[in-house]
């Protein structure tokens, strides 16, 4: 790198500059320093506002050389989707079926490929609603080279469709 | 079986279609993320590096070659002090304290300045507060701090200079603001001396070398409207208001001059503006902007959303970085106070391609180039010692390395050790290095400094000084020659004294006095012709050393010009057919060989004078002669006769001097023959 910048700040550090994505020198082992990259993005609607949809997975893209963990949180109507935690099936009354649900989160950890490579990762939910929003946690202490995360895309079915399209 | 449909919920970018900045709500979290031509990266691009035992680092620059970085640390008395880092950031050493008890953590604007003069060179790394509070300080390696004074209101007396901001420009020093008491003129930007070579002003502290003259400023701008920010395009610096732009073009004094280039859009603060090139990127309060030096172009449409709100502080930074094109717009989020978020600018491409966010604050941030910079291209060859006098060696040699960022560092030795006497700017292959001792040996090596790195050391070469030639050398007349005198300083030295006829080429001897003891000496040189003008000089002399060079030629007449004077007669006797008249006169100065006496009268009321005598005696002082007037007696009764003399004093035929007695009346009475 011919030219970095260097930054100072309002701590006691002094920081380069990376070139971003592809190059990430050492990971950063100074004491206390564990990043957790937090991501989540705008409001999406697949059904155009106000369309109903039900949404069944979640895939997401990511190209790596390094193990990484994530977990995947996923809001729909801006509330996280939860899951049954129901150890048993039997039947249970509403009440009791809600208070067996609890809020979901899905954690991967994704080994270390001999070569940079493409995994896809897929997050299973189940929700209705008329936007979604993806949430991705990556902490960055098991990060040994650059992971760049690509795409995500929601796979779903059309409930109703939106009463302000034409 | 309902159908299975498919929507992108994290943009469609990647690999495979680079996407440039996303729409504003793709996010509403990025933390420690950075997303950069549509991929998204965990953490952001920046690399924790040093972390050094203070509480804020203020600012960072590169100079000499280092990074160096202003640090805050509180506590009772707080401080701010300077770091020298290597170029990757390793390694911190203290510097020294800038300010110390300063009363708020204050905003540091560095400037590091090369200049000086061809003997003399200055590498300054010079630390301002951007508030105005603290006097304006200059570091210089290893570990010196000065505090800029100078008598910029020019009523005589020398004060502290606080300028807002420093700022290098075309080898002067430009400095913001102006204050004098308490009168802020926070629109004047005053330049420097090209080089920050002091210079006499002629105003007043008038005698003494100023590195800033009271008279070389330019208002900027309305009055009272601080400037912000300076920084430069092409050939232009770019003088930043908060909301307005100026074009400031020229090399000198006489031809500086400033242009508006924009009434609505200004820099931010003191870190918001970056040059890159000829192009000069800055956080306007519309968000990030550009100028070429001419016009002012707003880039923040396409981020407008994301900086809208935040363009409201002076915090926010403009950084380059080379390596990948991109210029960093840094900027505070929600209450954030500090810049936490940052765009980047592909200046290639032309767009934004990338935003991310940072882990910490930033109050600072600046390009350091990661590898070092050039050292001397190869060592000094070919030095040669040439005494010229008693106190002063010539040196010259081939630059192995002219480039005009190379220095020569010459030392010398005189027995105990290499110093270092001069340190010259690039390109310069002689040097005369004096007030040296007299009949000394002395050794000398120089060695080029390139971007702080050195090359090796020329050969050494020697040179032994001359003997003092005597001082003071000096030549008067005295009666009978010229008298000289001089001093002389060197314990059993001979002195040979040549002289010459004025007019006349080529020099003889007169003498050589052998042997001397220091001090006062005098020697009469009785040997010159009297009144003949003779030029003299003189040397020392001592076995197994160089003659010193000759003495300043001096030059005398031999003797005093005669002057005769006071010339009187009076009356004696008569004889039968003649009347005697005593002639009375005094000679003064030297009377040169050849010299003679004419007595002329004049004889009855305008009577011309007539030569009576001439006399080839002539002395110094009284001389008197009798003069016989032929065919007249004393007679009482018979009416006066004016009588009057002159005498003149000759040589070969030329008047030396003459002068005439009162008149007298005598009653004489002529008689038949």
New interface residues.
């Given amino acids: 790198m011919p030219a970095p910048v260097f930054l100072v700040g309002d701590s006691n550090f002094v920081a380069k500059v990376g070139r971003v994505g592809l190059d990430f020198d050492a990971v950063d082992t100074t004491t206390g320093s564990s990043y957790n990259t937090v991501i989540k993005t705008g409001a999406v609607s697949p059904a155009g506002e106000s369309g109903l949809c039900l949404f069944k997975q979640i895939a997401l893209r990511v190209f790596h050389s390094s193990p990484f963990t994530v977990t995947a949180k996923v809001y729909v109507d801006g509330e996280q989707t939860k899951k049954n935690v129901a150890t048993t099936t039997q039947y249970l009354s509403y009440e009791d079926r809600t208070k067996n649900y609890t809020a979901q989160e899905t954690t991967v950890s994704v080994p270390e490929p001999a070569d940079f490579k493409e995994t896809i990762l897929l997050f299973d939910v189940e929700a209705v609603g008329t936007y979604i929003q993806l949430e991705l946690s990556i902490s960055s202490s098991s990060l040994k080279s650059p992971i760049m995360l690509e795409s995500a895309v929601v796979h779903y079915i059309l409930v109703r469709t939106s009463k302000l399209e034409s | 079986m309902?159908?299975?449909?498919?929507?992108?919920?994290?943009?469609?970018?990647?690999?495979e279609d680079s996407k440039t900045i996303e729409e504003p709500?793709?996010?509403?979290?990025?933390?420690?993320?950075?997303v950069?031509r549509?991929?998204?990266?965990?953490?952001a691009?920046?690399?924790?590096?040093?972390?050094?035992?203070?509480?804020?680092?203020?600012?960072?620059t590169l100079h000499a070659n280092g990074?160096y970085?202003v640090?805050y640390k509180g506590g009772a008395t707080p401080v701010v002090e300077l770091y020298g880092?290597d170029l990757?950031?390793d390694n911190?050493s203290l510097k020294g304290t800038v300010w110390s008890g300063v009363s708020s953590v204050p905003r540091v604007v560095l400037a590091s300045m090369g200049g000086g003069s061809s003997s003399t060179a200055i590498n300054r790394l010079y630390i301002a507060d951007y508030a105005g509070n603290l006097p304006t300080r200059y570091f210089v390696e290893p570990s010196t701090f000065t505090t800029v004074q100078e008598d910029l209101n020019d009523d005589g007396v020398k004060e502290d200079v606080k300028f807002t901001y420093v700022f290098p420009f075309m080898y002067h020093l430009f400095g913001a603001s102006f204050f004098s008491g308490t009168l802020l003129r926070s629109e004047v930007l005053r330049f420097s001396r090209p080089g920050l070579i002091a210079e006499d002003s002629g105003s007043g502290l008038a005698t003494e070398p100023r590195e800033w003259w009271p008279e070389d400023y330019r208002p900027i701008g309305a009055r009272g409207v601080p400037i912000t920010c300076l920084s430069s395009a092409g050939l232009a610096m770019i003088v930043f208001k908060a909301r307005e732009t100026y074009a400031f073009y020229g090399f000198d004094a006489q031809s500086w001059q400033v242009r508006q280039i924009s009434r609505e859009l200004g820099a931010v603060g003191p870190y918001a503006a970056a040059s890159v090139g000829d192009l000069c990127f800055f956080w306007s309060e519309r968000g990030p902007a550009v100028t070429d030096g001419a016009t002012v172009t707003d880039l923040s449409e396409p981020v407008r959303k994301r900086v809208l709100d935040s363009v409201d502080t002076d915090t926010h930074i403009v950084?380059?970085?080379?390596?990948?094109l991109?210029v960093?717009f840094f900027y505070p989020v929600g209450t954030d106070?500090?810049p936490t978020r940052y765009l980047?600018y592909h200046i290639g491409t032309k767009r934004f391609v990338?935003e991310?966010s940072?882990?910490?604050?930033?109050?600072?941030?600046?390009?350091?180039?990661?590898?070092q910079l050039p050292g001397p291209a190869a060592a000094p060859s070919g030095l040669t010692a040439t005494a010229k006098d008693h106190a002063s060696v010539e040196l010259s040699w081939t630059n192995g390395d002219s480039s005009m960022e190379t220095f020569t560092e010459i030392e010398r030795d005189a027995g105990a050790g290499f110093v270092l006497v001069a340190t010259l700017v690039g390109g310069v292959a002689k040097y005369t290095d004096s007030n040296l001792n007299y009949t000394t040996t002395y050794t000398y090596r120089i060695r080029h400094k390139r971007n702080n790195q050195y090359s090796a050391y020329s050969a050494t070469a020697q040179a032994r000084t001359f003997l003092p030639p005597p001082a003071n050398f000096s030549a008067s007349s005295v009666s009978n020659g010229v008298k000289l005198t001089f001093t002389n300083n060197v314990s059993g030295a001979d002195i040979v004294i040549e002289r010459r006829q004025y007019g006349v080429t080529g020099w003889n001897v007169l003498t050589t006095l052998t042997n001397q003891l220091p001090g006062s000496i005098t020697y009469t040189d009785t040997t010159a012709s009297l009144l003949v003008s003779y030029q003299y000089r003189a040397k020392t002399k001592k076995l197994n050393e160089t003659d010193s060079l000759y003495t300043e030629v001096k030059e005398s007449i031999s003797g005093f010009a005669p002057t005769v004077f006071d010339v009187y007669h009076n009356l004696l006797y008569s004889t039968t057919g003649s009347t005697f008249i005593h002639v009375g006169w005094k000679v003064s100065g030297s009377i040169p060989p050849g010299s003679k006496v004419e007595v002329y009268r004049a004889f009855g009321t305008g009577a011309p004078f007539n030569l009576v005598a001439t006399l080839v005696t002539v002395s110094q002082g009284a001389n008197s002669h009798t003069d016989e007037i032929l065919n007249y007696v004393i007679n009482p009764s018979s009416p006066a006769t004016d009588v009057q003399y002159r005498i003149d004093l000759i040589q070969d035929g030329v008047l030396l001097s003459t002068a005439t007695s009162p008149i007298a009346s005598y009653n004489l009475q002529q008689v038949p023959e």
């Fill in positions: 309902p159908e299975l449909l498919v929507s992108p919920v994290l943009f469609t970018g990647g690999l709500g793709d996010f509403r979290l990025l933390d420690n993320a950075t950069f549509g991929r998204i990266a965990p953490r691009p920046f690399i924790k590096k040093s972390t050094l035992s203070v509480d804020k680092i203020l600012a960072v990074m970085v640090t880092l990757n950031g911190p950084a380059f970085s080379p390596d990948d991109l960093y106070t500090y980047a990338g991310g940072l882990w910490a604050p930033a109050r600072h941030a600046a390009m350091i180039p990661a590898v």
